[in-house]
């Protein structure tokens, strides 16, 4: 098989090398005596000649190559752990996935491809050329090493000028994003023209160095005519003087002149593809890192038991952020969450709460300590199976464009409208899901925008619900959320008696019938109990609520 494309390759890299031979063959029967076989049989092989030539077929392999790239780099990338992401910045890693994943599909298609068949073609062009009059080759060649510094220098100034555009370019979009994105922002604060001339500045950037890239190229063509005129016109004269000698004929000479044109084309893309795949070797040594890359979470445990009570267990945590390793978070932190319970975390901001989410997660690794799910390490858990019965509902809730329905189901492949419809309801989403236009089938627009915040927390609230979590946790949902919706949700979450709750709250009444409240202050668990123990106690519970009373946080005190 590999014979057999390795012959198919040789046939179409060297088949439009013969054209300019059998041009100036046709010219010299035309010039002769007229022997119709013989023209005949010449345009014949001119025809077969081109025919093999089409060998930009292989195009078509380049972007299935790409496509393949991309998504296994993208499949790779969204494997990692969260850290991963707070560490890379998003410019970088869309980078890799379109600039990168592209040179790479460039130079290992097209750049080896056109590679081979240059060179195959240049080497079998300038065998022929020699054929037709070696004096007139080694006159071509001297050429060569003049085109190629030429080319060169060329090349490395144009490919710095491109990709300094591109930067330029990427500078100019993210400006306009900004604005577009935040366009409420500017509205209010009237910098519409500030932000106009912030665009018009970096539009403007870019320009100035597409006029440079645009100099270069045009001196760059200039001294590329100059020199290919000056070898025509020393190769017109001295191929004269070889006619005139009978050393060749005016076809011998014809096809020359059209060797030594291709001759130097060739030359000038081996250079270019040669810098080109120095470059790309670069670009695929960043995408073949993530593609390699094994995230620091794992997500290789294999245990998904029949009956699974929900109980967690915090055992002696000690955690930071990979972002800021020297910065502990959680110390010595201890908590043990009863299956059929609802416990609340409150404590003032930044000690801590939404750490102890993200741990339960697996969105990082704590660096001591362990969490358990029913005595069983979380990590040894199968994670599609562990993301199933944990679910969380976020302070700000992400929804993806695509219906509300689609958003509900979000990752079950197999849930039923009416599964969807009995979630909305316990979110009390339902209603207003109904009065829309098209019901369930509405488009929720870009990160929800079509929505308001508190539609789309109970969006997600359903969300959670659908998949009937053992462990569900609600990271402060209540702020965009009504009285009425607020007592819903609560009266629906209550109506699943086995179910592990855990609240995050900093309106404190949301909370006071939880089973435990807990008061997580410098990454520690300061003080726990009932609501009534602990204002009894009159601890760091209790004076949490005088300060949010006095501040007027928590007016239904
Ligand atoms: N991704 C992160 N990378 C680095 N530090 C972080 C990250 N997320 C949070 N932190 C820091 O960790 C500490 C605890 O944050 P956490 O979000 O857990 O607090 P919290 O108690 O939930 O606060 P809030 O009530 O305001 O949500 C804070 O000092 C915060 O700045």
Same mark, same amino acid.
């Given at each position: 098989?590999?014979l057999?494309?390795?012959?198919?390759?040789?046939?179409?890299?060297?088949?439009?090398?013969?054209?300019? /031979?059998?041009?100036g063959?046709?010219?010299?029967?035309?010039?002769?005596?007229?022997?119709?076989? &013989?023209?005949?049989?010449? $345009?014949?092989?001119? &025809?077969?000649s081109?025919?093999?030539?089409?060998?930009?077929?292989?195009?078509?392999?380049?972007?299935?190559?790409?496509?393949?790239?991309?998504?296994? $780099?993208?499949?790779?990338?969204?494997?990692? =752990?969260?850290?991963?992401?707070?560490?890379?910045?998003?410019?970088?890693?869309?980078? @890799?996935?379109? !600039?990168?994943? +592209?040179?790479?599909?460039?130079?290992?298609?097209?750049?080896?491809?056109?590679?081979?068949?240059t060179?195959?073609?240049?080497?079998?062009?300038?065998?022929?050329?020699? +054929?037709?009059?070696?004096?007139?080759?080694?006159?071509?060649?001297?050429?060569?090493?003049?085109?190629?510094?030429?080319?060169?220098?060329y090349?490395?100034?144009y490919?710095?000028?491109?990709l300094?555009?591109?930067?330029?370019?990427?500078?100019?979009?993210?400006?306009?994003?900004?604005a577009?994105?935040?366009?409420?922002?500017? !509205?209010?604060?009237?910098?519409?023209?500030?932000?106009?001339?912030?665009?018009?500045?970096?539009?403007?950037?870019?320009?100035?160095?597409?006029?440079r890239?645009d100099?270069?190229?045009?001196?760059?063509?200039?001294?590329? *005519?100059?020199?290919?005129?000056?070898?025509?016109?020393?190769?017109? %004269?001295?191929?004269?003087?070889?006619?005139?000698?009978?050393?060749m004929?005016?076809?011998?000479?014809?096809?020359?002149?059209?060797?030594?044109?291709?001759?130097?084309?060739?030359?000038?893309?081996?250079?270019?593809?040669?810098?080109?795949?120095?470059?790309?070797?670069?670009?695929?040594?960043?995408?073949?890192? %993530?593609?390699? @890359?094994?995230?620091?979470?794992?997500?290789?445990?294999?245990?998904q038991?029949?009956?699974?009570?929900?109980?967690?267990?915090?055992r002696?945590?000690?955690?930071?952020?990979?972002?800021?390793?020297n910065?502990?978070?959680?110390?010595?932190?201890?908590?043990?969450?009863?299956?059929?319970?609802?416990?609340?975390?409150?404590?003032?901001?930044?000690?801590?709460?939404?750490?102890?989410?993200?741990?339960?997660?697996?969105?990082?690794?704590?660096?001591?300590?362990?969490?358990?799910?029913?005595?069983?390490?979380?990590?040894? %858990?199968?994670?599609?199976?562990?993301?199933?019965?944990?679910?969380?509902?976020?302070?700000?809730?992400?929804?993806?464009?695509?219906?509300? @329905?689609?958003?509900?189901? %979000?990752?079950?492949?197999?849930?039923?409208?009416?599964?969807?419809? =009995?979630?909305? *309801?316990?979110?009390?989403?339902?209603?207003?899901? &109904?009065?829309?236009?098209?019901?369930?089938?509405? =488009?929720?627009?870009?990160?929800?925008?079509?929505?308001?915040?508190?539609?789309?927390?109970?969006?997600?609230?359903?969300?959670?619900?659908?998949?009937?979590?053992?462990? $569900?946790?609600?990271?402060?949902?209540?702020s965009?959320?009504?009285? =009425?919706?607020?007592?819903?949700?609560?009266?629906?979450?209550?109506?699943?008696?086995?179910?592990?709750?855990?609240?995050?709250?900093? !309106?404190?009444?949301?909370i006071?019938?939880?089973?435990?409240?807990?008061?997580?202050?410098?990454?520690?668990?300061?003080?726990?109990?009932?609501?009534q123990?602990?204002?009894?106690?009159?601890?760091? /519970? /209790?004076?949490? *609520?005088?300060? $949010?009373?006095? &501040?007027?946080?928590?007016?239904? @005190?």
């Amino acid at each position: 098989m590999s014979l057999f494309i390795g012959t198919c390759c040789v046939c179409l890299f060297s088949g439009e090398m013969f054209i300019p /031979y059998y041009t100036g063959r046709v010219i010299d029967i035309l010039g002769s005596q007229y022997q119709p076989n &013989e023209f005949m049989s010449a $345009l014949l092989f001119m &025809e077969i000649s081109l025919t093999f030539s089409l060998g930009g077929l292989l195009l078509c392999a380049i972007s299935a190559y790409t496509c393949r790239i991309k998504v296994k $780099l993208f499949g790779a990338l969204t494997k990692q =752990e969260i850290g991963f992401f707070e560490t890379i910045k998003t410019g970088e890693i869309t980078s @890799r996935l379109s !600039r990168d994943t +592209n040179l790479m599909g460039r130079t290992v298609c097209l750049n080896v491809n056109v590679l081979l068949r240059t060179f195959i073609k240049t080497l079998g062009m300038i065998s022929l050329m020699m +054929n037709l009059s070696w004096k007139l080759t080694f006159l071509v060649l001297m050429e060569t090493p003049i085109t190629g510094l030429i080319q060169n220098i060329y090349d490395t100034h144009y490919q710095r000028l491109s990709l300094a555009m591109q930067d330029s370019m990427a500078l100019a979009n993210e400006a306009a994003n900004e604005a577009v994105s935040g366009i409420r922002v500017v !509205r209010s604060f009237n910098t519409e023209k500030q932000e106009s001339r912030r665009y018009d500045d970096r539009l403007m950037d870019t320009h100035i160095l597409k006029t440079r890239r645009d100099t270069v190229r045009a001196v760059y063509l200039l001294g590329r *005519r100059l020199t290919g005129l000056a070898m025509q016109v020393f190769m017109l %004269y001295y191929g004269r003087l070889f006619i005139r000698s009978g050393q060749m004929t005016t076809g011998n000479l014809v096809s020359f002149i059209l060797y030594q044109s291709n001759l130097g084309q060739s030359i000038r893309t081996l250079t270019y593809i040669f810098g080109d795949m120095l470059n790309s070797v670069g670009a695929a040594g960043k995408v073949f890192e %993530y593609l390699d @890359r094994k995230p620091n979470v794992s997500t290789e445990g294999k245990l998904q038991p029949d009956q699974l009570t929900g109980h967690i267990s915090f055992r002696h945590l000690n955690f930071a952020y990979p972002a800021c390793p020297n910065k502990t978070v959680l110390q010595d932190f201890s908590l043990e969450l009863k299956s059929g319970q609802m416990t609340a975390l409150v404590g003032p901001s930044g000690e801590g709460k939404s750490t102890c989410v993200s741990l339960l997660q697996r969105f990082y690794e704590p660096q001591d300590g362990e969490i358990l799910m029913d005595s069983e390490p979380l990590k040894s %858990y199968d994670h599609r199976f562990l993301h199933k019965k944990i679910a969380v509902v976020n302070q700000e809730p992400v929804l993806f464009s695509g219906s509300i @329905r689609d958003n509900i189901a %979000y990752g079950l492949a197999d849930c039923s409208l009416d599964e969807i419809q =009995e979630a909305a *309801r316990k979110a009390n989403a339902h209603d207003f899901i &109904e009065q829309l236009e098209k019901g369930y089938d509405t =488009e929720v627009g870009e990160g929800g925008g079509q929505l308001s915040k508190s539609e789309r927390q109970r969006i997600a609230i359903a969300r959670a619900l659908v998949r009937q979590p053992q462990v $569900l946790i609600l990271d402060e949902i209540t702020s965009s959320l009504d009285t =009425e919706s607020e007592n819903k949700v609560q009266q629906a979450l209550a109506s699943c008696p086995n179910q592990t709750l855990l609240v995050i709250a900093h !309106r404190l009444k949301t909370i006071e019938k939880a089973d435990q409240i807990v008061v997580v202050s410098g990454g520690r668990v300061q003080e726990r109990g009932t609501h009534q123990e602990l204002m009894d106690r009159k601890g760091s /519970y /209790y004076k949490l *609520r005088e300060k $949010l009373f006095t &501040e007027g946080n928590s007016p239904q @005190r």
